[in-house]
T-cell receptor, first 113, second 113 residues
Framework: DAGITQSPRHKVTETGTPVTLRCHQT?????MYWYRQDPGHGLRLIHY???????DKGEVSDGYSVSRSKTEDFLLTLESATSSQTSVYFC????????????FGDGTRLSIL | GENVEQHPSTLSVQEGDSAVIKCTYS??????FPWYKQELGKRPQLIID?????GEKKDQRIAVTLNKTAKHFSLHITETQPEDSAVYFC????????????FGQGTRLTINP
C-alpha cells in the first residue's frame, strides 16, 4: 500500500468550529489531492497540490482551504464547519505525468453536528 | 467541465457469471480512465486503468474497453467470485501533471453464491 496516513481517522465536531485534517505521505510524490465522498456522488475533488505552496481548486472547493508547507504534508481546513460538510474525506497522491495512478489514504470520517 | 455518468447503480450476479459496468464521459479531451474498487469502510483501490491511445486492456479476470468516439468505457469482470462484491467507481481525467479525477456515482456489485 502507498505510504499515506490521514489523521484523525474519525472526528465529531459542532457547527461553526474550525477543523483541520492532515494527510502525510512517505512516497515523496509531487501531487496530493483531497476528495470528499458522499452517498450518490462518488468522490469529488476539493483541492489539489502540485508542489510545496502550490495549490488549486477542485470542483467542490467552497468552504475549504488547503496548505502544503512540506512535500509530505497536505492540510485541509474547514474554517467554520457546516453540517453539509459531514462526509468521508480521502487524501490521494500521485507522481504525476502519464505513467502512475493515484492512490488513496484510508479516509477521515467527519461528522458535524 | 467533465461529467461522468455510471450505470447501473446496483448489480447482482450469480457467482461464476460475468458483470459489466458502463460509464460515459462528456469531455472529449479526457485521456485517462481508471477504475477503483472500494470495499465497505475501506479506501478506494485501483484495479485497472486505460489511456485513450488504447481500446482495450485486460488483467486476468478484469478488462476495460474504451470507445472514444462514443465517449464511453466499460469494466468487465468474468468468472465472478464472492470477493468481487464491492462498490466500483469509474473516473476520467486529462493528464496534465495533476490527475483531476472526475468520478462516476459508483456501482454496488453483489455476487450471489
Amino acid at each position: 500500500d502507498a505510504g499515506i496516513t490521514q489523521s484523525p481517522r474519525h472526528k465529531v465536531t459542532e457547527t461553526g468550529t474550525p477543523v483541520t485534517l492532515r494527510c502525510h505521505q512517505t512516497e515523496n510524490h509531487r501531487y496530493m489531492y483531497w476528495y470528499r465522498q458522499d452517498p450518490g456522488h462518488g468522490l469529488r475533488l476539493i483541492h489539489y497540490s502540485y508542489g510545496v505552496k502550490d495549490t488549486d481548486k477542485g470542483e467542490v472547493s467552497d468552504g475549504y482551504s488547503v496548505s502544503r508547507s512540506k512535500t509530505e504534508d497536505f492540510l485541509l481546513t474547514l474554517e467554520s464547519a457546516t453540517s453539509s460538510q459531514t462526509s468521508v474525506y480521502f487524501c490521494a497522491i500521485s507522481e504525476g505525468q502519464s505513467s502512475r495512478p493515484q492512490h488513496f489514504g484510508d479516509g477521515t470520517r467527519l461528522s458535524i453536528l | 467541465g467533465e461529467n461522468v455518468e455510471q450505470h447501473p447503480s446496483t448489480l447482482s450476479v450469480q457467482e461464476g457469471d460475468s458483470a459489466v459496468i458502463k460509464c460515459t464521459y462528456s469531455d472529449s479531451a479526457s485521456n485517462y480512465f481508471p477504475w477503483y474498487k472500494q470495499e465497505l469502510g475501506k479506501r478506494p483501490q485501483l484495479i485497472i486503468d486505460i489511456r485513450s491511445n488504447v481500446g482495450e486492456k485486460k488483467d486476468q479476470r478484469i478488462a476495460v474497453t474504451l470507445n472514444k468516439t462514443a465517449k464511453h468505457f466499460s469494466l468487465h469482470i468474468t468468472e465472478t467470485q464472492p470477493e468481487d462484491s464491492a462498490v466500483y467507481f469509474c473516473a476520467a481525467s486529462i493528464i496534465q501533471g495533476a490527475q483531476k479525477l472526475v468520478f462516476g456515482q459508483g456501482t454496488r456489485l453483489t455476487i450471489n453464491p
